[in-house]
């Protein structure tokens, strides 16, 4: 998972920079494959236990959906890690693990992942 978050990284950059459509295309299809062969099922994961907050933005949530990276470049600036820490312990009104107690770390680390993937 490393590496797809150094990618991401680069990707946030890259778009950032150039507004690269092409190879972010690319990117997004990688980032589908990994998260697939890992079995955890990010999307529905996210339908149920982080969707409430983070489709309507609710107590200030960083929106998530097409063209919604805006809401995130901001908070990417600290570093993927620090956003997963973030949404492992909780921070102001987002909760621990976004109330899924049966993700470990790596799942929030694939549901941040899928957040981002689906925001750009
Ligand atoms: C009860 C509403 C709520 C739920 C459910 C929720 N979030 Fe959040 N989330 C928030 C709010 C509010 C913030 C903004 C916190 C702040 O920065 O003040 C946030 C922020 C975040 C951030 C950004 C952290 C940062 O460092 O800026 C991530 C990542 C995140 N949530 C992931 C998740 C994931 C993954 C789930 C589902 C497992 C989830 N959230 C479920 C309300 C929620």
């Keep these: 998972m490393l590496r797809i978050s150094q990618l991401l ?3 946030l950059v890259a778009t950032t920079a150039a507004g690269a459509t092409a190879s972010l295309a690319d990117s997004a299809e990688i980032l589908q494959l990994a998260q697939v062969s890992d079995g955890f099922d990010a999307e529905a ?3 149920a ?3 409430a907050c983070h489709s309507t933005g609710a107590a200030g949530a ?3 959906g097409a063209g919604m990276m805006s809401e995130w470049e901001p908070r990417m600036d600290k ?3 620090a956003v997963v820490a973030n949404a492992i312990n909780g921070v102001n009104a ?3 693990k976004g109330l899924c107690f ?3 770390d790596d ?3 694939a549901l941040v992942t899928y957040m981002l993937e689906t925001s750009m």
Excluded: H, Q
């Design 49 to 51: 236990s982080c969707f």
């Design 62 to 64: 960083p929106k998530v």
């Design 102 to 104: 049966d993700c470990n």
């Design 94 to 96: 987002m909760p621990a």
């Design 9 to 11: 990284k680069a990707i």
């Design 45 to 47: 994961k996210y339908m």
């Design 79 to 81: 570093g993927m890690d």
């Design 107 to 109: 799942d929030i680390r």
